[in-house]
Nanobody, 122 residues
Framework: QVQLVESGGGLVQPGGSLRLSCTAS????????VGWFRQAPGKERGGVSC???????IYSDSVKGRFTVSRDNAKNTVSLHMDSLKPEDTGVYYC????????????????WGQGTQVTVSS
């Protein structure tokens, strides 16, 4: 079964860190372009980060310098390490993937996970 599963969300204080994981089953994630999106309460889902072949790593302006995306091919996983978290980072985080093209870096790929909740609050 082809699927993506996100994990690692939770409640964290402002300034804290979290590491989200997107684990694939049924296909080799290392051969896919993978994007991270988030949806804040009452807002549309928007792109956060993307790991592709060219130009490689992409980040939205709101998370640049604080978030880092990386692959762990041995675990068939893409991670999103989030530092210096702010209350405005709160939302449901989704990963998405496609075998080619740039959809995961723009509007979303062919495969989506179910999402993991991140809440940044004191």
């Amino acid at each position: 079964q082809v699927q993506l599963v996100e994990s690692g969300g939770g409640l964290v204080q402002p300034g804290g860190s979290l590491r989200l994981s997107c684990t694939a089953s049924g296909f080799p994630l290392e051969n896919y372009i993978v994007g991270w999106f988030r949806q804040a309460p009452g807002k549309e889902r928007g792109g956060v980060s993307c790991i592709s072949y060219l130009p490689g790593l992409i980040y939205s302006d709101s998370v640049k310098g604080r978030f880092t995306v990386s692959r762990d091919n041995a675990k068939n996983t893409v991670s999103l390490h989030m530092d210096s978290l702010k209350p405005e980072d709160t939302g449901v985080y989704y990963c998405t993937a496609s075998p080619s093209g740039d959809k995961p870096c723009r509007t979303g790929g062919d495969i989506w996970g179910q999402g993991t909740q991140v809440t940044v609050s004191s």
